[in-house]
């Protein structure tokens, strides 16, 4: 996937991904191929392939650069970072209900964990006291149970309140729900 500067390049980026997720919103991801996203964003194969390489490319893209998660940097209060990042997931996937229900009903919600677990790395407050190979370990862990909480609230129509899905986060962190 491009990550350079150009101008262009981001620009055609950008109406790819568009184009993209207007297709998605009208078809299953099954259904959407790269000459119909071409046509769709006005673009060449040749511009699709040097900056995508992938339709799974486009939805990593759409998850980092529009919809992605960002634990904050600091705890924003005085509590503890668990209890931080349950607050913030839930608000996020309350606030990015729509796009995530276009990943999982087409059976894309995995794509969501390397993100998840990019954001994990980039927080500097996340497992700060770990050992680097720990943190990763849990990193992994916290990105894979994230992706599965999305889908699980998506799948039961997302109908938990903000408060509620927080608390239910919180309490897997804790282990109460073992």
């Given at each position: 996937?491009?990550?350079?500067?150009?101008?262009?390049?981001?620009?055609?980026q950008e109406q790819i991904?568009?184009?993209f997720v207007r297709l998605l919103?009208?078809?299953?991801y099954v259904n959407i191929s790269i000459s119909a996203v071409c046509k769709e964003a006005g673009t060449s194969r040749q511009t699709f392939y040097s900056l995508f390489e992938s339709?799974?490319?486009?939805?990593?893209?759409e998850l980092s650069k529009k919809h992605s998660f960002q634990p904050a940097d600091t705890?924003?209060?005085?509590?503890?970072?668990?209890?931080a990042i349950a607050g913030e997931y839930s608000s996020y996937i309350a606030e990015k209900q729509e796009f995530l229900s276009l990943l999982v009903k087409n059976d894309l919600i995995y794509l969501m964990?390397?993100?998840?677990f990019?954001?994990?790395?980039?927080?500097?407050?996340?497992?700060?006291?770990?050992?680097?190979?720990?943190?990763?370990?849990?990193?992994?862990?916290?990105?894979?149970?994230?992706?599965?909480?999305?889908?699980?609230?998506?799948?039961?129509?997302?109908t938990l309140s903000r408060r509620e899905l927080e608390q239910i986060i919180y309490k897997l962190f804790q282990g109460e729900l073992f």
């Open positions: 996937m491009y990550t350079g500067s150009n101008k262009t390049a981001l620009s055609s991904a568009d184009a919103r009208e078809n299953s339709r799974e490319n486009i939805i990593l893209y705890c924003p209060c005085n509590c503890t970072p668990l209890k964990h390397q993100c998840l990019d954001a994990f790395m980039g927080c500097s407050f996340f497992c700060e006291d770990l050992p680097e190979r720990e943190r990763t370990f849990a990193a992994e862990f916290m990105a894979g149970g994230l992706a599965g909480i999305a889908k699980t609230y998506i799948l039961d129509g997302c």
